[in-house]
């Protein structure tokens, strides 16, 4: 609770960056040894240097760059603010020659864009070796891996389903035997009963409820009309997802056509939306916002006749903070009396399931898929949900790695992931897990203008395979989909996203998932990846810890995750590999390992300055850099109180959380819009001008929710009042054009 309520006014309190170490009992003998142990275990990370280059340096610029950590932030805010300046200048900003340093010379400084970034006559570079802190060693803790079969020998014909629906399966979704999800709850569903269901990603879950419902419908005497309206409701966290799913029902539905389906998702016109439900949607498929604003704006949902309730993902839809719409959308469903088949379904399905299956289930069959019950398959009546365990199961071919590296080096790091995967190796596709909308939209602009340039022309050609594409909850829903399409069907590419991908979103042949910014708990971790090796395949990923956030790998450990560890220096080590960011001298690759060592460390730094520079070429790249920055400083006061030991905003060094998004300095006055002190609400003396108490402050629960409610705006939750009041009176208006 305490944790809850610790949130961090960056601009004015005192920030810890780094553990200060009190040397002042020590001899000068010991400081002396200690000295030299922490200059060798630097030595990995730290460009060598001559003592002659060094002096020059200190000649040229007139101090002495201090290598020393900087340990603690003074208590003032200006102090801080001159300390932080004073760290990044002796840190980070030493003006030489790009490619000989023999011949450092001052230059005056020049507006970025006169020295033609990628020219690279001079550059203003970076120490991104210098004042790191130390990696420490990843130990994953054994644990007892989960493992889930994939698929069973039984195929669809042992269901006695409807002939057409077998034949669609074979033919129009290519599908003959059954997974084990499958396998285990098609007949629980078509015997009528209730369901909670937990199966690892990617393992077939949609048809596991897909398929028992247009059974169920086909069957129904009377026939189906579609002025019945709604007989299945399927409600999804994302917009994605509820195409998805449509998609789905759309294929299973090909031989029934008197049954339709329907999507509500937001983006569209809620008129158009409200016309489609008026002519009668069977099988409808919606985000719970959408869902819960079409019943109380628009009188077009009649649910009387609802058989099927599912809800898929069901934990994430808690998790939003969606609860009270989804009792608003049980109080409709259940105020019609009919009897109702309801399902939940997820991956992750463990804390919160209680409270869910306690409002919307009767008797549910808990059905948990996992290896060593029998056939895969563990179906235990009556169970009920708290027969699920902490431990999550993931794909058995996915491979799972961590790579721990200093913030500084997130961005170049980062950048040489992705030009080893889709620049030296074939038929890659990847997805890239960001923290924040604004981060993903940066990346995007500095990756495609400094990664995918073509070295070999002048122009702006793209290196082949380096496509980048994005999703986040703040683009425009056509966009989004047409984003999504394009992704779905490309061979080769990246996606950079925000969790709005995490969930449910079956993309093919996704090679890699890399979370360069680590999700908000366990459960998010595993849908992630779970967006790889899907249905048996393989697939890889990789995770990015700081050196602080290593405790993370324990955290996953107690879900029976385990990881392998991947070492930065061979991730940067591609960048040889790269003449476009050559060091200073002619690389010779029969050269010793510690020139080699020198050569990537000087590769990298010419990275990151083409990425500064790039930052730095005008006022607006700055601006958008800096509030990507802000934005993710934001998310990161985020976690929840029970991954603050691992994630505080505290322990974040934020020149160095600067540098990842190629910014010189730590811009001034970040704090002030990121979140509130409690220490000045205490502080604050009663009667003071309400104008200066500080905002509300908000649970952190209250924070994940408003975050995570901005990436899955289902197309009306979440908005501003304003907008909502504009919304309001443009609908208006629609109703009665309409009338
Ligand atoms: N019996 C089957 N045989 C072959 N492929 C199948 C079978 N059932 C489903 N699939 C395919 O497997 C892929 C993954 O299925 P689906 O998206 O339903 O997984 P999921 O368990 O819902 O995953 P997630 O937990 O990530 O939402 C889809 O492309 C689907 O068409």
Known sequence: MAEDMLMLNISSDPVTFHRKTDRSHLTSAEKWAQKKLQSKRKAVFEPQESSASKQRKINQTGQQHTHKQKLQTPKSPSRRSNNRDTEENGDQSEITAAKSPSKVKTFPKKAPEEHGDHGRPFIKTSSLFRNNPEIPDVLSPAVNLVKEKVFTSNTFEELNLHPHLVATLHKVLNVTSMTSVQKQTIPVLISGKDAVVRSQTGSGKTLAYGIPVVQFLQAMQPKVKRSDGPLAVVIVPTRELALQSFQMFQKLLKPFTWIVPGVLMGGEKRKAEKARLRKGINVLISTPGRLVDHIKNTLSIAFSAVHWLIL????????????????????????????????????????????????????????????????????????????????????????????????KLHLVCLAAFILTKCKFEKRQKLIVFISSCEAVEFLLTLFTAVLCENPNTTS????????????????????????FQEFSQCKTGVLLCTDVAARGLDLPQVTWIIQYNPPFSAAEYVHRVGRTARIGAQGSSLLFLTPSETAFVDVLANHNISLSEMKMVDILATLIKDERFKGRGKWDSKRSAAAFEQEVRERATVLQTDFENYVHANNESLQTAKSALQSFLRAYTTYPSSLKHVFHIRNLHLGHAAKSFGLRDAPQGLGSSITTNPNNSKDSKKGKDKAKRPPKKLTSKERVSNLMRSEYLSGIEGESKSMKKRKKKKGQAEEEESA
């Open 312 to 407: 898929d993902e069901a934990d994430r839809t808690l998790d939003l903070g969606f609860e009270k719409d989804l009792t608003l959308i049980l109080n409709a469903l259940n105020a019609t009396g009919l009897a109702r088949q309801n399902v939940l379904l997820s991956a992750t399905l463990t804390e919160g399931l209680s409270r869910l299956a306690s409002i919307s289930m009767k008797d549910p069959v808990s059905i948990h898929v996992s290896e060593g019950s029998g056939e895969t398959v563990e179906a235990c009546p009556q169970a009920g949900p708290q027969a699920l365990s902490d431990s999550y199961a993931v794909p058995e071919r996915l491979q799972q790695h961590v790579v721990v590296v200093p913030s």
């Open 460 to 483: 702006t050609k793209r290196t082949s395979d380096l496509n980048f594409y994005r999703l986040h909850g703040n683009m425009r829903q056509e966009e989004r989909t047409e984003m």
